[in-house]
């Protein structure tokens, strides 16, 4: 994202507040506050050093939700590119079938089927990608059956509109970062190839037979393809075809785009390369040109507190395992890749396991980012130290009980690493987290009871929640006097970037979000 030339970089200094101390920024991921109970995972595992603490963006989905409402998103450039496939091929939608509003919603789908129908696509083909993520398990039988309803509607009026495959987020099309490029290829041989281990009729019929396996769950539901009478599959992607990739969110559509839109490309065989008219929601990566079609113009997010802070001198290091490295680094940058000044910026990937599910190996990487944030603190090379520590998310999400506690101390391990880091060095400390998950790992009914199915066992939940999420500032090295300010009581992330900026000696800029501190005299 390039950031126009007029903007003033300089940040004045904090009238209170002094320059020079190592700042760790502690992000936990999937780590909300909630009661207390054997379903609390961080309640239940072992975890000295945030209890010791406790002595505390959806951009993208606005600018589709804006674009459909407005109907913009059919005047642009986008939407017109793929339209030229209308009149004699078909119109693929490659997407997370989910109203859970973190990587895609439903409804935007829904939208965006009608207004495509009625602007001359007569073959449409739906390739879902089943949640059970950000939303609960099992809820992909109803939004299939919600789809279906839609795609018949649209095929009593005439337009040839159906499911062509499927499989589980996880299992199928929507890796990230680079972490595993099979699941990827899943989704390509049934996209594209027609290619997958299961056949069904219909889309809700093979979903409800694939959960039926043992330990089935949304996530990880194998692919699938739609098949006719005659056992062909119904939509594989072909020359002349036109592509839209509806998520939203760009981590896990970014390599799927690579796949479709290179041509030289080596990451897995694809048989096959359509050339195809393709198109994302939003363009998912701005450095990259990925893709180089989009149907909503991305979000512009210019002047992060990261760019303004190396601006001012600020030496930074960040770190975290492949499957949230984007979040101490793109996400952070304002989706933008790369860095802002190498002299300045050292980014750590630590590769993440692959093939596994993450509860086999519940404290992933966890001990290793601890390691290397506390190295580079101790280097004393750097004024700030980021990083995000996964293992609350990642097998929060599997809704692996035993195992999410085990992670859940594993990440309280890393978290003493740095803080005893920063004790040396005379730094600073802020940890919080983006949002909770491992805090509460089963359905409840309205009174807060967890809730059974017909066999008497509790329902497990993998979505994330919607709890709070805690936020602990100290270390030898702040300023007598700080505070939380009593003035911002719906503080949130939003806020942090301020804070952190006052805590680096700087004022933040008079737009950004207000900090969540003060220095009382």
Not at 222 to 243: K, L
Not at 321 to 346: A, P
């Amino acid at each position: 994202m390039s950031t126009t030339s007029t903007t003033t970089w300089k940040l004045a200094d904090h009238p209170k507040l002094p320059k020079g101390k190592t700042i760790a920024v502690v992000v936990l991921d999937g780590w909300g506050e909630a009661s207390p109970d054997q379903y609390n995972c961080i309640h239940v595992a072992d975890t000295p050093t945030m209890d010791s603490l406790k002595n505390s963006v959806q951009q993208g989905a606005k600018l589709v939700d804006l674009a459909l409402a407005s109907g913009k998103i059919y005047e642009d450039e986008g939407f017109n590119y793929i339209k030229e496939s209308f009149a004699n091929n078909t119109l693929h939608l490659i997407g997370l079938m989910s109203d859970g509003g973190v990587h895609s919603r439903l409804d935007q789908l829904q939208l965006l089927l009608k207004g495509a129908s009625e602007r001359g696509a007569k073959r449409i083909r739906v390739h879902v990608l089943t949640d059970g993520r950000d939303v609960v398990d099992g809820s992909s039988v109803g939004f299939a059956e919600t789809l279906e309803k839609d795609l018949e509607e649209l095929r009593g009026k005439g337009i040839d509109a159906q499911v062509a495959s499927g499989g589980g987020r996880m299992y199928v099309t929507m890796d990230r970062y680079e972490n595993d490029w099979e699941v990827v290829k899943r989704g390509w041989d049934a996209q594209v190839l027609g290619e997958a281990p299961h056949k069904f009729k219909n889309v809700v019929e093979a979903i409800k037979k694939l959960r039926e396996a043992p330990n089935a769950n949304d996530q990880y539901l194998p692919p699938f393809v739609i098949v006719d009478d005659n056992g062909n599959p119904v939509g594989p992607i072909m020359d002349g075809d036109a592509v839209v990739t509806f998520n939203f969110r760009a981590d896990r559509m970014t390599m799927l785009a690579q796949a479709l839109e290179y041509e030289k490309f080596d990451k897995f065989d694809r048989v096959r390369f359509p050339k195809i008219r393709y198109a994302g929601m939003l363009q998912y990566d701005g450095e990259l040109k990925l893709p180089s079609h989009y149907l909503v113009s991305p979000p512009l997010i210019e002047r992060t507190s990261g760019e303004y802070l190396v601006h001012n001198g600020i030496r930074t290091f960040a770190c975290s395992e492949t499957v949230k490295f984007g979040h101490v680094t793109f996400f952070w940058n304002g989706n933008r890749s790369g860095y802002f000044n190498k002299e300045l910026e050292e980014y750590v990937e630590i590769p993440s396991d692959s093939g596994i599910t993450f509860n086999v190996q519940p404290k992933m990487k966890a001990l290793e980012i601890g390691e290397k944030a506390r190295d580079a603190i101790l280097s004393r090379k750097f004024d700030q130290v980021r990083v995000n520590i996964p293992n609350g998310d990642m097998v929060g999400h599997t809704g692996d009980i035993e195992a999410t506690i085990v992670a859940c101390k594993a990440a309280d391990q890393a978290v003493k690493m740095i803080l005893d880091a920063i004790e040396q060095v005379g730094g600073i400390y802020l940890v919080t987290a983006d949002h909770g998950n491992a805090e509460d790992m089963v359905k409840r009914n309205k009174k807060g009871e967890p809730l059974v199915d017909k066999d008497g066992k509790v329902q497990i939940q993998t979505s994330h929640t919607l709890q709070p999420v805690p936020v602990a500032i100290g270390g030898p090295g702040l300023a007598a006097g700080v505070k939380f300010r009593k003035d911002v009581p719906n503080g949130g992330l939003a806020n942090v970037a301020a804070t952190v900026m006052n805590l680096h000696g700087f004022v933040a800029p008079d737009d950004y979000e207000t900090t969540l501190i003060e220095v009382v005299d």
